[in-house]
């Protein structure tokens, strides 16, 4: 069974520019997290997807940050426009449960994005 | 509100010695869930185990073992005879029946050298 997987895995872009990170789940896994690790501090949670709908995005650090889920599948978490603080490695995890809390949650390999 | 705290920021060791990584967590809900994920070099953030908050047995798993102990709200990691390949950075995290997002200690690096 395939893992959660990440697109890109390193980004490198300059500050005022877009950036779109890629995160598809394990199959049949109806909850889909996002996590931010910026430099030596802890990871710290984004938002929550069930299925397509946004269960919980008190994590998004501001309206620059845009995620979306469509089909409940694969998910997209587009930065516009980049800033230096959002340099850092973006996780996506995904758990099969209806109550998540409940559930493990697996991790992807990560992004790791570069603003300079 | 929730914390989970690692207070060793980095750990070395020379191999085939055990080293215990600490973790400490703050609730105030009687149902949660405790975890520990492994980072190697390779940057994935690797499952290792998950502990309901009604289940304080310890668990062992070939070199691995942990110790959750509610009394001191902590759940600590012992790798017996470390080997190189442990080499890593481990996570301690926590979440509630009532709050499906994990909450994450800064991490321990574990460096384990031949």
């Known amino acids: 069974e395939a893992g959660v997987t990440q697109f890109p895995s390193h980004s490198v872009i300059e500050k005022g520019q877009t950036v779109t990170l890629r995160c598809d789940p394990i199959?049949?896994?109806?909850?889909l997290y996002w996590y931010r690790r910026v430099m030596g501090k802890e990871i710290k949670f984004l938002l929550h997807?069930?299925?397509?709908?946004?269960?919980?995005e008190s994590g998004m650090p501001n309206n620059r940050f845009l995620a979306e889920r469509t089909g409940g599948t694969y998910s997209t978490l587009k930065v516009q426009p980049a800033e230096l603080e959002d340099s850092g490695v973006y996780f996506c995890?995904?758990?099969?449960?209806?109550?998540?809390?409940?559930?493990?949650?697996?991790f992807g390999p990560g992004t790791r994005l570069t603003v300079l | 509100a929730q914390k989970v705290t690692q207070a060793q920021t980095e750990i070395s060791v020379v191999e085939k010695e055990d080293v215990t990584l600490d973790c400490v967590y703050e609730?105030?809900?009687?149902?949660?869930?405790l975890f520990w994920y492994k980072q190697p070099p390779s940057g994935e953030l690797v499952f290792l185990i998950r502990?309901?908050?009604?289940?304080?047995q310890n668990e062992i798993s070939g070199r691995y073992s942990w110790n959750f102990q509610k009394s001191t709200s902590s759940f600590n990691f012992t790798i017996t005879a470390s080997q190189v390949v442990d080499s890593a950075v481990y996570f301690c995290?926590?979440?509630?029946?009532?709050?499906?997002?994990?909450?994450f200690g800064t991490g321990t690096r574990l460096q384990v050298f031949p």
């Open positions: 995890a995904s758990s099969q449960e209806e109550r998540g809390g409940a559930d493990t949650q697996y």
């Open positions: 199959s049949g896994h109806d909850n």
């Open positions: 997807f069930v299925k397509e709908s946004k269960q919980d």
């Open positions: 609730t105030r809900d009687t149902t949660y869930y």
């Open positions: 502990r309901n908050s009604f289940d304080e």
């Open positions: 995290a926590l979440n509630t029946y009532n709050t499906d997002k994990l909450i």
